[in-house]
């Protein structure tokens, strides 16, 4: 089970909504997934025109439902619109994303951690999008945060785990549960992830964008699951020279 | 394939664009960067007064045309019609006309329209750092400016008369409303007026400088073709469609996670197959006279619209083709 907050989780996948197709294609991809826990940009939902908005899609007694602020380009905004998440009736959950940088989408570490601050004061359960920086999940998890969110590759690049030492650094320190997130490109990616330790990742990108996205959230979550099994497992140790699976010592040759 | 069928993906998408061409290179860098999906907008026109002669546009002073500009309270009107469509995203369209037209009278339009709206850019004349600043106080987070060619000579062949001639004004007001802390800048030429390769060539070299510049604001780029108008001018260097699927595919590669915007001057069915493409933003239902979504024909037209379906059909149109309509990205407390 991953214990986030008070809530526990049998799935390890978080699945983000924006980028899908429609949003039956949505709807049945996150079903495939299997996930619990999705997020949804604030900046895309419109409580004046339910019928146009992404969150009729979304059953909101089966999933827990993680708003983001996207869009948010400093701690200033990142709060204005967590209180506007509040305001609506998205619940204390929320993603905490503060990305001045429209290029590469990187989040800003010292207006996060400044927004963090004042939103778990305010009683956020704050989920924060990092660099995958093992200070700054520290000090986010030492000022309250449920869980630290480092990414793996710049959002939506599919390159997989281009900060693996750096996450590898915040999994061992961590206090709190480690979700990679962004950059995961391919189930294989999710795998990996998981074997090295985290305890969930986060996908949006590689699912919504793949041609079906629905046997996309399967394969995910098939790659989540087996990453967890593998780590559970417990690895055999690496060697320079091969060994034979079936040991030889006392078989004697030719004697008969 | 239906996208929901569980079956391998099919070959032309899974090679990569390799062998496919720069045409499904593009549609892929897309999706990746925006996923299937296309906001939608709607141009609403405030003035067709206009203290410039240029050749190409139905505003143009010369042009012996009945002129209306919109009260504030025509604007809300209009905008809330808008609304009712479904729009969030709008964009204020006028011609250049200081006095008619100025800094204070969008403020209040602003002041008036941005609590019921996603986001409000503004597509009118260029304006200095100040201006600026204080329009994105009174809500506009989107300044469109094209610079119509880079080509100085042609440049100076088209804008015959009016503040417009200036080609350096008009290209320092980018960097002024960037400055002035505007979010989104959308920047173009109109295709047709001169060689496209050298004026596209030279608009991504100057989105390239300002994303270096202004890392933080967010651009987005515009290939409005030359339509039919008042005017009656010919296109000097028209473009094909075939050339106009080339440009788009090229700012695509150049300019991964630049939004690219289509307007109505395209036909229907151009517009269908530019959506898998890499077109991002898409107006749909629009009148390009003031007022003309609800008094249409009193005033005249900026061009002529070629797509003419509304709202609800364009929105459709995307759908039926695997990608999602956005009605609303933004969120005006930003
Ligand atoms: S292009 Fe603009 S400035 Fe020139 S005539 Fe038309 S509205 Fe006026």
């Keep these: 089970m991953l214990l986030i907050a008070d809530k526990s989780f049998s799935s390890r996948l978080l699945v983000g909504t924006g980028k899908f197709p429609s949003g039956e294609v949505m709807r049945e991809s996150l079903e495939a997934s299997g996930t619990e826990i999705i997020t949804v940009a604030l900046r895309r939902i419109d409580i004046a025109q339910p019928e146009k908005d992404i969150l009729r899609f979304i059953d909101r007694n089966r999933f827990t439902l993680l708003p983001n602020t996207s869009g948010a380009r400093d701690s200033k905004e990142a709060i204005l619109l967590a209180h506007l998440a509040r305001e609506a009736g998205l619940g204390k959950w929320l993603k905490l994303e503060v990305i001045p940088d429209p290029q590469y989408l990187l989040p800003d570490p010292i207006e996060t951690l400044k927004a963090a601050e004042q939103l778990v004061q305010e009683g956020f359960v704050v989920f924060p999008y990092i660099h995958a920086d093992p200070v700054l999940a520290h000090r986010l998890a030492d000022i309250g945060c449920p869980t630290v969110m480092p990414l793996a590759a710049p959002i939506g690049s599919g390159r997989g785990l281009k900060m693996r030492e750096a996450i590898r650094i915040i999994i061992e320190q961590a206090t709190v549960p480690v979700i990679v997130d962004a950059g995961l490109g391919s189930p294989s990616h999710a795998c990996e992830a998981m074997e090295m330790g985290a305890d969930a990742v986060l996908v949006n990108t590689a699912i919504a964008t793949a041609e079906d996205p629905i046997a996309m959230a399967e394969a995910f979550r098939l790659g989540v699951e087996a990453g967890r099994k593998g780590f559970l497992a417990g690895k055999a140790e690496e060697k320079l020279k091969a060994e034979a699976s079936s040991p030889l010592q006392g078989v004697i040759y030719g004697t008969s | ?334």
């Design chain 2, 1 to 334: 394939m239906a996208l929901h069928e569980k079956s391998p993906p099919s070959p032309s998408l899974s090679k990569r664009g390799t062998e496919g061409g720069i045409l499904e290179q593009a549609g892929r860098l897309t999706r990746q960067r925006f996923g299937r999906t296309i906001q939608l907008y709607a141009p609403l026109y405030l003035s067709n007064e206009c203290i410039d002669i240029c050749r190409y546009c139905g505003f143009s002073l010369e042009n012996k045309i009945t002129r209306k500009t919109l009260s504030v309270d025509d604007t809300v009107r209009e905008a809330e019609h808008l609304l009712n469509q479904g729009f969030k995203h709008l964009l204020l369209v006028s011609g250049e006309h200081p006095r008619i037209v100025s800094p204070k009278y969008l403020k209040e339009i602003a002041n008036h329209l941005k609590p019921k709206l996603a986001s409000l850019s503004i597509e009118v004349a260029p304006f200095v750092e100040d201006d600026y600043r204080e329009l994105v106080q009174a809500g506009v987070d989107g300044v469109v400016i094209y610079q119509e060619t880079y080509d100085q000579k042609r440049y100076q062949e088209v804008h015959l008369a009016g503040p417009k001639k200036s080609f350096e004004r008009r290209l320092q007001a980018p960097e002024n409303a960037a400055r002035a802390g505007v979010r989104r800048i959308g920047m173009g030429i109109l295709v047709g007026l001169s060689d496209w390769q050298e004026d596209l060539a030279r608009l991504i070299q100057h989105i390239r400088d300002m994303k270096k510049k202004y890392w933080q604001t967010e651009f987005t780029i515009s290939l409005p073709r030359l339509r039919p108008c008042a005017s009656d001018y010919e296109a000097p260097s028209p473009v094909s469609n075939e050339k106009y699927l080339q440009m788009i595919c090229l700012v695509r590669l150049a300019l991964p996670d630049v939004g690219i915007v289509l307007s109505t001057r395209e036909s229907s069915e151009f517009r269908d197959q530019l959506i898998s493409v890499g077109v991002t933003h898409m107006s749909a239902g629009s009148r390009t006279e003031p007022g003309g979504y609800l008094n249409p024909k009193e005033a005249e037209e900026q061009f002529r619209i070629e797509d003419k379906r509304t709202a609800d059909e364009v929105a459709a149109a995307i759908s039926s083709r695997g990608y999602e309509p956005v009605w609303k990205d933004w969120e005006n407390i930003l």
